[in-house]
Every structure is written in structure tokens, then in C-alpha cells.
């Protein structure tokens, strides 16, 4: 049984690995059929190696802060494993059949105060502390954080003794907005709050913006029975030493009547219907809904008109609706156990190895029935599976096979991977096949016991550089900076740099000048059968002359 809110496996193909998503919502399709809205977690081999080795960063200032250090206590096993318990969140939502559910699991915000060993301990359980935008391809430390020390809470003083003064200057704590031993009984106080009504209901008949949005006396007088007219008054009655004539002056200067506003009445029709939009798409994420649909409002002002808009009939009403559709709304679904045979599943006919819906069992009888497990290295298993490209006949035994369906890596570290690259691959990896995951040029390599099985074939090939190529050798030196990248092979060159730098410079005469360059530079280039021992000459050193056999001890 699976309920909104649940963790969840989803697998979208037989031989990757589950993708591991967030329950929603359940929706019935017109078909019948149930989907699930859930929320996308990314591993560590879904995005680019930059962000990979921004994330580690990230992880390295946390173990740094921690007071004991745990990270160095792990071994090179232990920490190959948890880079795969550790995920991206994102803000993506999409839809998948609910059909595709293959088990539960558990996500949780890393807890710096846990050991990091705990999360290996439980099964399928994961952990993130980052959120991927993979529109934008950035990482960000998630919002969360329990505020705890002196810069968040206040430094309570020691209690005073009975009759031990205060010397704290008040003023400079505090503001004082009301005196309630004021001269004035509450029937004054009553009397003079009507008035400040009537005030603020004549000043709405006056104004004419404020006649069209309240056109009725009973609105105005509602609009003028707000806090906002209370406050003023009361502040400007405290203001004028709680002197009822000086008071009144206030309310109604030379100029007109005080008018008193609040956001309720300051936003316009249009701009409260965005405003609900945009609280229908984001939630109270204020930053986002300024940003997105009212950038000419004040943050404090959307709050303020948030909370406002709370007491409304409005809001009852919507809330109403809310609850009805998510009454009618899917809250669980039953999904069986999936037991179909997974294609990868590798079978035995007649004491030869073959797939269930792969490259055919001749393949796996000439060189793959004696190969050991990608991952563990085990000869014997109640089932295999065959994994990597087909040309490649490897196979995992079920232990590991289930482990790379459930954290997307091998149990042990392959010697193809990198010690940074090893649960990290790149976009075009995954697009080559699912096997060599951790990098663009990872081949699984692994001795299974038959002297044929390390001897693989490979296709010769030849790169030619055509002759623009070798123009932006010349043109791009300080771009390319082709002695630094011979030695970093794996570290992909800014082609986008290399391409502005030609377009910028290139035209009629520069091509002819660099060709003439070019052609100048292999005139002089000194030839190499011409230098011996780093001085020109031709002669024989002594030392490798033959010495006459007379003149030998």
C-alpha cells in the first residue's frame, strides 16, 4: 500500500537503475488507470562532474565544522557506498504510472549530529542536503536549519534581587506606544475611536478612487472600522498626551480628513487575482511570488496583505474548495509485488548461458559462463543478470544486481573508477550505455579465470585534424594550452572559447598572414637528425670509439 507522502522506487527501464521519487499526489486517469505526481530526486551519476566536485566541497565544509570528525574514520569501501545513498532534491514534478512502483524507501535531510555510518546500516535509506535545479544545472544548500545559538537567541540576564534596581536605560529597550493609567476612563477612549470612524468614513467619501472600490456606505464604513484606523488613532490620541481636543485637531487638518489605508484596500482587483495565482503555484514563498508576479511590491507589503487576506470571506471559500478536492482526491494505492522475469535476467538452456531478451545465448556460452560477478567477484548465484553493453558480456550475481537497481553503483569500487569519479558520470555517459556510468571513458574491466576473457579486441582508428583544426592551434595557444591538456586527458576543452577567438579573428588577410607564419616556422624548424648529444657536429665521442687492441690493458 503506498499513500501520498511515500518514498518510492520507480523504474522507468529493466537495466538502469530505480529512479527514486516522492509521492504527491494519486490521481485517476479517464482510462482508470492511477498516476502518481511525485517529486524528483537526482543521485550523483544524474549530474555533471563540476557540480559533483561543488557538492563534495559542500560535504568537506561540514566534516570540517563537525567538532569530531567521522570522515576520515571511514574506509575506501564505506565511502564508495555512500556516495550512493546521497541525493539531489529538486523542485521538478512529474507524472509516472503508478504501475512502475517497485518498493519504498527512505529520504531524510542529513543530520549533522548523526554518524554517517547510520545511513549505511538501513536499507534503502538515503539521505541529501543539497537541491538541483536541473533547468539551470545549480546547487543549492536547502533552506532548512534549526536557528540555535547566540547570534538567534536573545542573552537572558541574571534575576534581580528584591529591591535591586534596574540600571538599564529603558528607552533604548523599548517604546512606549500606550500608558494604560492614562487620564482618560474607556468610555472617553470608545467615544473618541467612533469618532475616528466617522472620520475615515467621510474621508472615503471624498476620495474618488476610494468611492469606486467601496461604492456603498456600509463598505466604506466597514474599510474605515479597520486596524489600521483604530491604530492612527489611538497612536496620534497617545502622541497628544491623551488630550482629546488636540487629538481631534489631528484627525481633520486644514487639508481634508486622514484617510487610513491598509494592503487590503491599497492592492487593486488584478493584482489580488495574480496574487492568488501566484500562491497557488508557489505557497507562501513570498521571495519567489515577488520575484515571479509582483515585482513592484514591497516584500512586507505581500506579507502584510497575506495575512490580511487570511480573515477574508475569500480565503474561507478557497479554503472550502481545497478540502473538498483533496477529499475526493486518491489518499493510498495498492500496487502487488512486481514478480515479471526482468529481461537482463540471464537463463540456462541446456547447460548453456543465455539471456532472457538479449544478444543470444551463443554469445554467453563462447566467453561469458565462467565470468565472475562485475561487483563482488562470485563465481556462483542462484540467478545472473547481464549488465553493461552486450559486447562487453558482463554480469552481476542477484546481491549485486539488486544493489545497482537500488543505489545506481557496484558494491565494490570498480578499478576503471576514479577515486573522484566513481558514482559521478556525465550526461554523455549515460547516453553510451548503462554499464560504464562513472565516466566517459570507463571500460569494465575484470579478470574472470579464463586466459581469454582479459584479450579484448578493439577497432584502430585514425583522427585526422582537418586543416582548421590545425589553424586554431596557432590561432588559440593561449586558450587550448595544448602541453596542459595532453596531460589532463580526461578534462574536456572549452571548444565555445576556441570558436569565439576564430570567429573574432579570422578573416581574408589574418588566414593568409598565419598560413605564411605557419609555413615560415617549418622552413627553419631545425631538423632533428642534425643535433647530437645537444651540440651540431657529426663527430664520434671518444667514449663510443673503439679503442685499437693494442693499446688495450
Known sequence: MYRVGDYVFFENSSSNPYLIRRIEELNKTASGNVEAKVVCFYRRRDISHSLIQLADKHAKELEEEKENPTETELTEKQKHQLRHRELFLSRQYESLPATHIRGKCSVAL????????????????????????????????????????????????????????????QSKLEEKLW??????????IDQFLVVARAVGTFARALDCSSSVRQPSLHMSAAAASRDITLFHAMDTLHRHNY???????????????????????????????????????????????????????????????????????????????????????????????YNKPNPNQIS????????????????????????????????????????????????????????????????????????????SPTPESRSRGHAPRQSNHMVPMRNSGSPKSSMKTKQAFLLQATRLTKLARHMCRDVIRLRRA????????????????????????????????????????????????????????????????????
Not at 657536429?537 to 690493458?553: A, D, E, H, M
Open 110 to 169: 542529513l543530520n549533522e549530529t548523526e554518524a554517517v555510518l547510520s545511513y549505511l546500516d538501513k536499507e534503502d535509506t538515503f539521505f541529501y542536503s543539497l537541491v538541483y535545479d536541473p533547468t539551470q544545472k545549480t546547487l543549492l544548500a536547502d533552506k532548512g536549519e534549526i536557528r540555535v545559538g547566540p547570534r538567534f537567541q536573545a542573552d537572558v540576564p541574571e534575576m534581580l534581587q528584591e529591591g535591586e534596581a534596574d540600571d538599564r536605560d
Open 179 to 188: 500608558d494604560p493609567e492614562c487620564p482618560l476612563t474607556n468610555k472617553q
Open 243 to 337: 488630550d482629546l481636543s488636540s487629538a481631534l485637531s489631528v484627525l481633520v487638518p486644514a487639508g481634508g480628513p486622514v484617510l487610513c489605508r491598509d494592503e487590503m484596500e491599497e492592492w487593486s482587483a488584478s493584482e489580488a487575482a495574480m496574487f492568488e495565482e501566484a500562491l497557488e503555484k508557489y505557497g507562501k514563498d513570498f521571495n519567489d511570488i515577488r520575484q515571479d508576479f509582483l515585482p513592484w511590491k514591497s516584500l512586507t507589503s505581500i506579507i502584510e496583505y497575506y495575512y490580511m487576506w487570511k480573515t477574508t470571506d475569500r480565503y474561507v471559500q478557497q479554503k472550502r474548495l481545497k478540502a473538498a478536492e483533496a477529499e475526493s482526491k486518491l489518499k493510498q494505492v495498492y500496487i502487488p509485488t
Open 348 to 423: 540456462t538452456t541446456n547447460g548453456k548461458m543465455a539471456t532472457v531478451n538479449g544478444v543470444g545465448p551463443g554469445a554467453y556460452h563462447a566467453v561469458g559462463g565462467g565470468r565472475a560477478c562485475e561487483s563482488c567477484y562470485t563465481m556462483q548465484s542462484a540467478q545472473w543478470y547481464s549488465w553493461g553493453p552486450p559486447n562487453m558480456q558482463c554480469r552481476l550475481c542477484v546481491s549485486c544486481w539488486m544493489y545497482w537497481k537500488k543505489y545506481g553503483g557496484l558494491k565494490m569500487p570498480s578499478r576503471a573508477e576514479g577515486p573522484e569519479e566513481r558514482t
Open 486 to 553: 595532453a596531460r589532463r586527458p580526461f578534462v574536456p576543452i572549452n571548444c565555445g572559447a576556441i570558436k569565439t577567438v576564430m570567429e573574432t579573428n579570422t578573416n581574408h588577410s589574418s588566414l593568409s598572414r598565419i598560413f605564411a607564419e605557419v609555413r615560415l616556422e617549418k622552413m627553419y624548424f631545425t631538423k632533428r637528425s642534425s643535433i647530437f648529444h645537444g651540440a651540431p657536429g657529426k663527430g664520434v665521442p671518444t667514449l663510443l670509439s673503439c679503442l685499437n687492441k693494442l693499446s688495450q690493458p
